[in-house]
Structures are given as structure tokens and as C-alpha cells.
Antibody, heavy 122, light 107 residues
């Protein structure tokens, strides 16, 4: 089964660091972009950035550039997003998403999604 | 960045009704538009890609149209499971951007 499974909910204090994960299975991990999307409580979807696990090529939304780092570990089919100093405004649910089924090339739309990781900073 | 404007922000409808949601891009994105459905507490699901192509497993009551800057998602014959929030997303270039969402509520 093609799927993305994300790490569990986190509760952190402002100023702390955090790294959440997204593990892919059921397809060739290195060949498909994986993106991250933020959803703040009661709000819409915001694209954060994307990584190509094959060579770790990464692109960020200007709104998130410098605030987060997206990385990948091909040995365990996992991508990450990390923060060095969390703020209360980082409280949100974060989704990873990919397109290994062939309808969305270049990571430009998303066929499969992780279940979401809720991060609470307080 | 390409701005995506969706309307309406919410719509009330009954089972069996037809609903149309529009999405406008701030510049020409050709056919590179996707539509997603999201239910509370769940991840979004892809409905339509390339403006009008139905994703695998999506019921035929959903349809998409448009090109350039103006796009439409239509739901013909709303079913109880269709009450959700719908988002458009431009798939033309990075950074990807989403519309603000349209909540389809039960009348």
C-alpha cells in the first residue's frame, strides 16, 4: 500500500527545537517529491516547501524560508521538517504529501497525504 | 507568488443539490490546477488535477473545468459525504499556493 505515515503529536514550549517526520512506503521513495503543508487551527492550507529525496533538492515558500529546514534520509524512506526555535504561531497541524501515482509530476500537486502531525507551542 | 482566490467562502445546500465553486488565479496558470476535499480532522484528498481530470476513485458527480485564470469545481447531486471544505491549488510553479477554501454545509 502506498502511504505516508507521520510522527505523533507534539507539545513544546516557545524557543524549543522540534523535528517531525514522514515515512513513505509502497513506492520508490527517491523518485518522488514530498512536500509539507501547514494548517493553522481553523484556517486553510499553506504550502511550506518540498524535497526531492533522490538528491535532497529542496524548495521553500518565501513565507517559510529561514524558519524551517526540510530534509530527507533515503536509508529509512523518511523526510523531516525541523524548527530550531519554535514560536506560539507555529501551533498547527502539519501534513506531508506526495504524488507517486503518476498524475502530478514534479511535486506540483499531491495524490497521497500523511495523517497530519499536530504541533502545539505553549 | 501566484494568488488563488476562491468563492464563495461557504455555501449551504441540501442533499441532491448542485454546487459550483470558483477559483481565480492572479496570473495565467494554463490548466495547472488541482482541487482537494478536506473533512474535519482529516488530511485533504485530491479530487481533480490538471483542471478537469478526475483522480482515481473520485465519483463522477465531481467535475472540474477552466483554463488560464478562471476555474470551476462542480458537484452535481450532493451526497451526505460531500459536506466538507474544498480547496483549489495552483500547480503551475513553486511556491505552490492554495485558495482560501469553500465550506459546503448542510442547509
Amino acid at each position: 500500500e502506498v502511504q505516508l505515515v507521520q510522527s505523533g503529536a507534539e507539545v513544546k514550549k516557545p524557543g524549543e527545537s522540534l523535528k517531525i517526520s514522514c515515512e513513505a512506503s509502497g513506492y520508490r521513495f527517491s523518485d518522488y517529491w514530498i512536500g509539507w503543508v501547514r494548517q493553522m487551527p481553523g484556517k486553510g492550507l499553506e504550502w511550506m516547501g518540498i524535497i526531492y529525496p533522490g538528491d535532497s533538492d529542496t524548495k521553500y515558500s518565501p513565507a517559510f524560508q529561514g524558519r524551517v529546514i526540510i530534509s530527507a534520509d533515503k536509508s529509512i524512506n523518511t523526510v523531516y521538517v525541523q524548527w530550531s526555535r519554535l514560536k506560539a504561531s507555529d501551533t498547527a497541524t502539519y501534513f506531508c504529501a506526495s504524488a507517486p501515482l503518476g498524475h502530478c509530476s514534479g511535486g506540483l500537486c499531491y495524490e497521497i497525504w500523511g495523517q497530519g502531525t499536530t504541533v502545539t507551542v505553549s | 507568488d501566484i494568488q488563488m482566490t476562491q468563492s464563495p467562502s461557504s455555501v449551504s445546500a441540501s442533499v441532491g443539490d448542485s454546487v459550483t465553486i470558483t477559483c481565480r488565479a492572479s496570473q495565467d496558470i494554463s490548466i495547472w490546477l488541482a482541487w482537494y476535499q478536506q473533512k474535519p480532522g482529516k488530511a485533504p484528498k485530491l479530487l481533480i488535477y490538471a483542471a478537469s481530470a478526475l483522480h482515481t476513485g473520485v465519483p463522477s458527480r465531481f467535475s472540474g473545468s477552466g483554463s488560464g485564470t478562471d476555474f470551476t469545481l462542480a458537484i452535481n447531486g450532493l451526497q451526505p459525504e460531500d459536506f466538507a471544505t474544498y480547496y483549489c491549488q495552483q500547480a503551475h510553479r513553486f511556491p505552490l499556493t492554495f485558495g482560501g477554501g469553500t465550506k459546503v454545509e448542510i442547509k
